[in-house]
């Protein structure tokens, strides 16, 4: 770190920033300890100061394999959902399907389905994807990202969960994987500000037959089977409080095994679904 860096480092942590974020800000916008960089890391530094997520400052954040994209138009990707990820790869190892299908179901930057397409090629796997949102300012990003990393099997889907996904799909997809918004909305005043950032369709939910946060999830669940070959699966992560709900849908959807996982912090987080 150069004598520039040193000295902005400090200037922001004695400005109220995190020293671990104020890092991040100085190795973005003061590459090499450019001087003339610093107007651009005050800038980055106020807008920070005001609240605004670090990664949306940043432009980019990382999951998994990848460096994505993400700006306001997308909910910034979490660590409990690339251990998702993990999961659905050791289903696609089990299930030993050679060329699977994935559905990624409100793909936001596209960093579930893109991450699996990535690692899975890196295993010498080629999988396709269909990318869906019903947010087009989401599909512009995961659109972008799929550029950005050269992942050309995708295909982006504007459409409210199934609804508009082709119909020749039925019965095809061997992963379907989905981190629905699932806060309820009592629920969202609770928890950090900072998530006033982050698009409300991305992270709330309505409630379902007394569960809060759960009408979407229930949708993506009760939906699934339709669309998942005999040997399929569904992943879907979901709130901390709803794993008895996720569980009686997978039950009363018809799938045969359902199980649910803990995330790294010992939290119930992802629901596993299988067809047989
Ligand atoms: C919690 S974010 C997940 C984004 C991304 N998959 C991730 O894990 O970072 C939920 C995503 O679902 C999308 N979404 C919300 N309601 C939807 C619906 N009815 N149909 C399709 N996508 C929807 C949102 O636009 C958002 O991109």
Request: proline share 5%.
């Amino acid at each position: 770190m150069t004598d520039v860096s040193a000295e902005a480092l400090h200037e922001l942590t004695a400005a109220g920033i995190a020293r671990h974020e104020a890092r991040w800000l100085v190795d973005e916008f003061l590459p090499g300890g450019d001087p003339d960089a610093k107007v651009l890391l005050q800038a980055a530094a106020d807008r920070r100061l005001r609240g605004e997520p670090l990664q949306y400052i940043l432009g980019h954040w990382p999951f998994r394999t990848l460096d994505l994209e993400v700006d306001e138009r997308v909910l910034i990707p979490r660590p409990e959902t690339e251990e998702l990820v993990g999961f659905a790869l050791s289903e696609l190892a089990r299930a030993r399907v050679t060329a699977p299908l994935i559905m990624d179901l409100g793909c936001g930057s596209g960093a579930i389905g893109l991450a699996l397409l990535s690692e899975l090629a890196d295993r010498g796997v080629v999988a396709t994807l269909v990318a869906v949102d019903e947010s087009l300012d989401a599909l512009a990003v995961a659109r972008s990202n799929a550029l950005k990393h050269r992942l050309r099997a995708v295909s982006f889907v504007h459409s409210s969960w199934y609804d508009n996904v082709d119909v020749s799909l039925r019965g095809r997809v061997d992963l379907l994987v989905a981190n629905p918004p699932y806060v309820g909305r009592n629920a969202l005043a609770q928890l950090d500000p900072v998530l006033a950032h982050e698009p409300l369709g991305a992270l709330v939910s309505s409630d379902h037959e007394g569960v809060e946060g759960f009408a979407d999830l229930a949708q993506v669940i009760g939906g699934a089977r339709e669309w998942l070959a005999p040997t399929g699966v569904l992943l879907c992560e979901h709130g901390d409080t709803q794993r008895e709900a996720v569980l009686r849908a997978a039950t009363r959807a018809g799938f045969v095994h359902a199980d649910d996982y803990d995330d790294m912090a010992g939290k119930p987080r992802v629901l596993i679904a299988r067809q047989s």
